[in-house]
């Protein structure tokens, strides 16, 4: 009786799930078209993968496995640029401990057995910061700009800050020209300052959002997207580029797929700060406010005396790019450079492809060119004026000019996603040769990350140029630094200066080595006496074109 019940039991339960195995397999029949669309969305598009596929950072940025090669240089780089260490802020936060410009001061150190300053010579300054007690800092880490200057002359040097980890800092100068050199020290950021940018830049990298528009005939949907998404409920689209591997995420709309992203653009921004964290970048208090001297802020420069030695800085052994006197840059280090007027551009220019790519501080070489050059015509693409991209020509003498902006994260209006190309694809599809020039720059939309996305991004632009130089070597690279800029609060937590140097020292040193040029922005901006802006004003952009010219025609100015 028992293995009779047994049996019965058996028998039932096999026939419930045979019929419901039936039920399924009729179910997938009848909705295989809505399967298949899932299939397509969620995994030909790409939604995120867990992170558990990524290598964790702090912070909510994960990232993909780096070549062993490029992981060791990622690690190296991020130690060689690290910034000193910085204080632990207390709470509530009181600016009474903290960096105070008005309090500190500068000092001219006196020249080697009290003889008198000649060209040639090296200038050392020694910067003591103090809180607003009025006490001495023990501890580095303040961004200190500095430069040497004669107004009459319009000439100008940047110097070099080293920082003694200690509240004490030297500057030092080359001396160049002849006359009254008048130094000028700024408070960029407190150290405290530099706490909270990289604790926002580590924790915060999506203060800045930006935003598509997803679209499928008249059912349109907007979302987030960033380099880095916070996690959440709501399922993700992944847009890594299959070619370079540089991510890019936005959130998936509720009734569109991922293939429906129509346009990009930047969204909004949030502080993100904690209580009374502003008051650490106020530019009437802290924020580019200037040191004053504790006693002479000028020296008077000699004519260099023959067979006398010059007098060496101890603590910093390179100088300059170069300076400026009566407003014209004079580039040093042994690239000779010239002055080009309009004409002499023109022949400079003749039968050259130029390919400009980056941000809108490298459209404005773009632009300069439009407006000075008679000859060159921009052929009307109907984009935005503050995007790209864009296309100039020269019929006369066989001029081509393009710009087009770098690929995401860009902050810009909106554009069409077609229009999204990373800067690593397009080089590859140069030809290059003799009468191609390249000229890039990429900084200015990255203040707002970690470091490691920085250095991913060269990474890929960098073997793009590399290869670019191995099948064309004619081919002329010329890089764009970044540069310093006016500061509000939006802008220092979003492009401070103190991360557009860190960036330049990232950039430099990837570089290296290579058949490349640069254009040192950030010293030519530093050294002028016209304020400092994100977009530097027409003189200056007329000496970095003759620094350009001067890499293309090496013999020719005018």
Not at 388 to 404: A, E, Q, V, W
Request: charged share 20%; net charge positive; aromatic share 10%.
């Amino acid at each position: 009786m028992k293995v009779s019940a047994c049996l019965k039991r058996e028998i039932k339960y096999t026939a419930v799930f045979l019929f419901l195995t039936l039920a399924v397999f009729i179910l997938v029949l009848q909705n295989i078209e809505i399967l298949e669309v899932w299939y397509k969305v969620n995994f030909t598009t790409g939604l995120l993968k867990p992170a558990t596929d990524h290598h964790r950072r702090p912070g909510f940025c994960t990232f993909e496995p780096l070549s062993p090669e490029d992981a060791v240089e990622e690690r190296l780089l991020l130690e060689s640029t690290a910034w000193p260490k910085t204080p632990v802020l207390p709470s509530p936060l009181s600016l009474e401990e903290t960096s105070d410009p008005a309090h500190s001061t500068f000092t001219i150190l006196p020249g080697k057995d009290g003889r008198q300053w000649q060209i040639g010579d090296q200038l050392e300054v020694t910067i003591k910061m103090r809180d607003f007690k009025g006490r001495p800092k023990n501890t580095g880490g303040d961004v200190l700009l500095t430069r040497l200057h004669n107004p009459s002359l319009v000439a100008g040097v940047a110097g070099k800050v080293v920082d003694h980890l200690n509240g004490t800092y030297t500057a030092v100068f080359s001396l160049l020209w002849e006359g009254s050199a008048q130094v000028q020290v700024t408070l960029v950021h407190p150290s405290e300052a530099v706490t909270v940018l990289q604790r926002l830049n580590v924790e915060e990298p999506d203060r800045i959002y930006f935003k598509s528009v997803f679209r499928s005939g008249i059912l349109s949907q907007t979302t987030a997207c960033n380099v880095c998404l916070r996690p959440t409920q709501q399922p993700q689209c992944n847009y890594t580029d299959a070619r370079t591997g540089e991510p890019w995420f936005c959130y998936k709309p509720q009734n569109l797929s991922c293939n429906s992203r129509i346009t990009h653009s930047m969204g909004e921004f949030k502080q993100n700060l904690k209580a009374k964290e502003e008051k650490l970048f106020d530019s009437r208090v802290n924020m580019k406010v200037p040191i004053q001297a504790s006693g002479p802020a000028d020296i008077t420069v000699l004519p260099k005396k023959e067979g006398q030695p010059n007098v060496e800085s101890s603590i910093v052994k390179s100088g300059p790019a170069g300076y400026y006197y009566q407003g014209v840059w004079h580039t040093l280090g042994g690239s000779a450079g010239h002055q080009f007027n309009n004409e002499a551009i023109t022949r400079c220019l003749r039968g050259k492809v130029v390919y400009m790519f980056g941000d809108s501080t490298v459209r404005q070489f773009f632009e300069y060119l439009n407006a000075v050059l008679p000859n060159l015509k921009e052929f009307d693409l109907h984009n935005e004026r503050k995007a790209g991209p864009f296309i100039s020509l020269d019929y006369t003498n066989n001029i081509l000019m393009k710009y087009r902006f770098h690929g995401p994260p860009i902050r810009i209006v909106p554009i069409p996603t077609s229009e999204l190309r990373y800067m690593a694809n397009e080089l590859d599809g140069i030809t290059g040769g003799s009468n191609t020039v390249v000229i890039f720059c990429i900084w200015a939309h990255f203040g707002t990350f970690p470091m490691e996305i920085y250095i991913r991004r060269l990474q890929n632009i960098r073997r793009a140029v590399v290869q670019l130089l191995d099948r064309a070597p004619d081919t002329l690279v010329i890089i764009r630094t970044g540069n310093p800029k006016e500061l509000t609060l939006t802008v220092a937590l979003t492009n401070s200066d103190w991360h557009s140097y860190q960036v330049d020292k990232v950039l430099r040193a990837m570089f290296k080595g290579l058949n490349v040029h640069f254009v040192n922005a950030w010293e030519m901006t530093l050294a002028h006496h016209l304020p400092h802006d994100l977009h530097p004003k027409p003189p200056i952009i007329k000496n970095m074109i003759n620094v350009i010219m001067s890499y293309m025609c090496p013999q020719q100015g005018g």
